[in-house]
């Protein structure tokens, strides 16, 4: 396809990076990687906690791990925590089950140092704001939508406990260089999020359910795959298994 200013808007990839994990930097894991770095700027040792794993989520535990920080992460689903437990979350809260400032501040002893909202809800971004420590860092991804108007944010706390409240949107093509140079290490794996690979043909009957399913990880759309068909034989039958 014609790309305008491709010397600008394209990004080479080294050969040792896969395809999986190429797939997944263009959007959430270079999403998370900006928020945390360029925007946070997250060091080693502080607190992160990440409310709700999802694809931008689970890709900002992994980060937040590879600076060195220690990081809980804040879910609704059971498996998509014990998914961040794999990628390095030293704690999880279950978001139905706790108050869950409460929690973060009993595990950090006072509050994170940086809170990471990666869905956007009134409710997630005032859970991640009032997880956070005095004068911690909150950065907003995921977008709220406008229900009654402008959604409900906790202000009170953040003039009363001088915090920051970051935005973050995306990431410019000349940033990539530092993301890959890790992925390319090894630091960052973002093929640890793919829970399956699927064809166009599966592809298409999934992406209607997006808005009801609850998937954990990312789900890979591959054209290249192929269904096959293989016999299988029994006692005076023969069965096409595609």
Known sequence: MALHAADANLVAV???VGDAAAAGLGCRFATAYRALSARAGVRPGEWVTVVRVGGVGLSAVQIAVAFGAKVI???RTPAALALARSLGAEHTVLADAVDVA??????TGGGSHVAVDAVGSSTTCTDAIHSLRRRGRHVQVG???NVGGHPAVPLDRVIAWELDVLGSHGMASVDYPGLLHLVEAGTLRPEALVERVVGLTEGARLLPSLDTAAPVGVTLIDPRLRLTCGCVTSPGKQHHLC
């Open 14 to 16: 080294s050969e040792v």
């Open 73 to 75: 992460a804040v879910d």
């Open 102 to 107: 409460g929690q973060v501040h009993d595990l």
């Open 143 to 145: 977008l709220i939508p």
